[in-house]
């Protein structure tokens, strides 16, 4: 009889109605409603309930908070919300799955877990550079969440590296604590939603290196500045730098399902509108899925429907 952290022994013959893997916003919506429902639902979660938002200092566009919300904050409480309603967390990683047959598992550390519908809601990581010394710096001036870490670097120099919303929202947080911070961009011009462009430039503090890239990190015993160079030119130069802020962009925590379910050529799930995948009974929710915009609101409304449809396979009775 496996223990999986964070609740009480489980028989590995039970088998749920529902095993959803990833505590974020689509995890703990799809648990909500599932539960509500009547359904026999457990979340599996490797670290905190939210999972990216978790890191998040504040959220201000996720209705319902008009004074905004701290990320870490909005994790708990849709953990609690669907546990009010009776669904489960298990804290405990998912290490395989075997999704086809009526009864799909999820192998953990801790042992397996059953269930007739699967929800993967496993989200999206940071993108790396992919430069030398890069993992090796990683906590020690190389970061990758700005609101989790930037508090380290108050009245010191800090850089940003990208050019797309979340880029221009570290380097306007950074703003606030750093002294100075440098926001280097491949490209002339921001990608990032037209509400940040103002607060950027006229932010005394902030300057910025277009058509550049990192080529270098210059270290000690911790990062002490970057080497760039100029996409159209070749030109080289030298900036220095305490913290370093890598905001390129995401990719899907897919791994899990690669062989099994379709993927996109960027490695996300393909599920449409109804989050179904090629598998029945096996849903994709939030940023790991084939999308157009990747939000808090839009994972939830996921999670919503995959419990939906969800409902729907059960009353037919599982896979024909």
Same mark, same amino acid.
């Given at each position: 009889?496996?223990?999986?952290?964070?609740? #009480?022994?489980?028989?590995?013959?039970?088998? /749920?109605?529902?095993?959803?893997? +990833?505590?974020?916003?689509?995890?703990? %919506? !799809? &648990?909500?409603?599932?539960?509500?429902?009547?359904?026999?639902?457990?979340?599996?979660?490797?670290?905190?309930?939210?999972?990216?938002?978790?890191?998040?200092?504040?959220?201000?566009?996720?209705?319902?908070?008009?004074?905004?919300?701290?990320?870490?904050?909005?994790?708990?409480?849709?953990?609690?919300?669907?546990?009010?309603?009776?669904?489960?967390?298990?804290?405990?990683?998912?290490?395989?799955?075997?999704?086809?047959?009526?009864?799909?598992?999820?192998?953990?550390?801790?042992?397996?877990?059953?269930?007739?519908?699967?929800?993967?809601?496993?989200?999206?990581?940071?993108?790396?550079?992919?430069?030398?010394?890069?993992? #090796?710096?990683?906590?020690?001036?190389?970061? /990758?969440?700005?609101?989790?870490? +930037?508090?380290?670097?108050?009245?010191? %120099? !800090? &850089?940003?590296?990208?050019?797309?919303?979340?880029?221009?929202?570290?380097a306007l947080l950074l703003s606030r604590v750093c002294r100075r911070v440098v926001l280097i961009h491949r490209r002339d011009t921001l990608r990032a939603e037209k509400v940040?462009?103002?607060?950027?430039?006229?932010?005394?503090?902030?300057?910025?290196?277009?058509?550049?890239?990192?080529?270098?990190?210059?270290?000690?015993?911790?990062?002490?500045?970057?080497?760039?160079?100029?996409?159209?030119?070749?030109?080289?130069?030298?900036?220095?730098?305490?913290?370093?802020?890598?905001?390129?962009?995401?990719?899907?925590?897919?791994?899990?399902?690669?062989?099994?379910?379709?993927?996109?050529?960027?490695?996300?799930?393909?599920?449409?509108?109804?989050?179904?995948?090629?598998?029945?009974?096996?849903?994709?929710?939030?940023?790991v899925r084939t999308k157009a915009l990747r939000q808090i609101i839009t994972a939830a409304a996921d999670g919503a429907a995959a419990v939906h449809y969800a409902q729907e396979?059960?009353?037919?009775?599982?896979?024909?």
């Amino acid at each position: 009889m496996a223990n999986l952290s964070g609740g #009480e022994a489980v028989s590995p013959e039970h088998i /749920y109605d529902m095993v959803i893997v +990833g505590g974020g916003p689509g995890g703990y %919506t !799809a &648990a909500l409603y599932a539960a509500r429902a009547g359904l026999d639902a457990v979340v599996l979660e490797r670290l905190a309930a939210g999972g990216q938002i978790a890191l998040t200092q504040r959220v201000d566009n996720y209705p319902g908070f008009d004074q905004g919300i701290d990320g870490y904050a909005l994790g708990e409480n849709m953990r609690s919300g669907a546990q009010r309603f009776g669904a489960k967390t298990r804290m405990a990683e998912a290490k395989s799955l075997t999704l086809s047959g009526a009864v799909k598992r999820v192998d953990t550390g801790e042992g397996p877990l059953l269930g007739r519908t699967v929800v993967l809601a496993t989200g999206a990581v940071p993108r790396e550079l992919g430069i030398p010394g890069e993992r #090796e710096l990683a906590g020690q001036g190389v970061h /990758y969440c700005a609101a989790c870490d +930037g508090m380290f670097y108050r009245d010191k %120099t !800090a &850089a940003v590296v990208g050019g797309g919303s979340s880029a221009a929202e570290d380097a306007l947080l950074l703003s606030r604590v750093c002294r100075r911070v440098v926001l280097i961009h491949r490209r002339d011009t921001l990608r990032a939603e037209k509400v940040y462009h103002a607060p950027l430039m006229e932010a005394d503090n902030v300057e910025f290196c277009w058509d550049s890239e990192v080529a270098e990190l210059l270290r000690g015993e911790r990062l002490q500045g970057v080497r760039l160079r100029n996409v159209k030119t070749g030109e080289a130069r030298t900036v220095g730098c305490d913290g370093l802020f890598v905001s390129i962009g995401r990719k899907p925590a897919s791994e899990l399902a690669r062989g099994q379910l379709r993927l996109d050529p960027g490695g996300y799930i393909l599920a449409d509108e109804s989050t179904r995948t090629d598998i029945p009974g096996v849903f994709a929710v939030g940023d790991v899925r084939t999308k157009a915009l990747r939000q808090i609101i839009t994972a939830a409304a996921d999670g919503a429907a995959a419990v939906h449809y969800a409902q729907e396979y059960l009353a037919q009775g599982g896979p024909s």
